[in-house]
């Protein structure tokens, strides 16, 4: 069972990457970017990058790149689909899952058959 690609999309959608990040760092505004100390290596200038109007962060020292759900997965450790529910969540997105519909069919189905026997 998965996240179905309509969620995955709408998530991805919906997310702004400043918004996000920002819950966990101190970005710091420059020009139409922020910046801050990257959280994935060790420092003393800030290189780590979030550009709002393209949605992605970037950091120049130690190359980490992505969007809303690649910052969560990296800096909590988690998985994608455990990124993308954080982030419905946050956005009140409802989150559907692939295969729900048929599994719950099969466990009908299996429970009628053992029934009658
Ligand atoms: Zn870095």
Known sequence: MGISQETVEEVL??????????????????????????PFHTEKT???MVS?????FKCFGCGKSGNAVTFLMEYE???F?????????????PVRFTGSDEEIKQR????????KR
């Open 46 to 48: 800030p290189s780590f």
């Open 13 to 38: 959608r919906v997310s702004n990457v400043y918004d996000v990040i920002s819950d966990y760092i101190n970005l710091e505004k420059t020009g139409s970017n922020y910046r801050a100390l990257c």
């Open 81 to 93: 689909g455990e990124a993308v529910i954080k982030l419905a969540e946050k956005y009140n997105i």
């Open 52 to 56: 709002p109007q393209k949605n992605i």
């Open 77 to 79: 450790g988690i998985s």
């Open 108 to 115: 009908k189905r299996g429970l009628y058959l053992s029934q």
